[in-house]
């Protein structure tokens, strides 16, 4: 099982900032993707930004699209703890952000499971 505590979320003017934490703990792989996705209400939850990480590979990085060099995702392995730094926030960011990790078994990129935090709310105001 795999614990995720997420903070930093709340409300914020447009064009401001704010920075996601997600702390994990328990059985998290050598080789795991871990990052933050998104959702409103009536819409699928979306990909913001992950991180896949190997003992055997650089970091591998993906954003969704709409990000477009607003926000910046990051780890300390260490910690097991990944950030999501956003700036220049839209109204239309607003949404409950999941911190997520999934578990790899090989170099294939094949996912054991899939864990999910219990969100945080982004509210941006115009």
């Known amino acids: 099982q795999v614990q995720l505590v997420e903070s930093g979320g709340g409300l914020v003017e447009a064009g401001g900032s704010l920075i996601l934490s997600c702390v994990a703990s328990?059985?998290?792989?050598?080789?795991?993707?871990m990052g933050w996705y998104r959702q409103v209400p009536g819409k699928q939850r979306e990909l913001v930004a992950n991180?896949?990480?190997?003992?055997?590979?650089?970091?591998?990085?993906n954003y969704g699209d709409f990000v477009k060099g607003r926000f910046t995702i990051s780890k300390d392995n260490a910690r097991n703890t990944v950030y999501l730094q956003m700036n220049m926030l839209k109204p239309e960011d607003t949404a409950v952000y999941f911190c997520?990790?999934?578990?790899?078994?090989?170099?294939?990129?094949?996912?054991?499971?899939?864990?999910w935090g219990q969100g945080t709310q982004v509210t941006v105001s115009s």
């Open positions: 997520n990790v999934k578990n790899a078994r090989d170099e294939l990129w094949m996912f054991v499971d899939d864990y």
């Open positions: 991180i896949k990480n190997s003992d055997r590979m650089r970091d591998s990085i």
């Open positions: 328990g059985r998290i792989f050598s080789r795991n993707a």
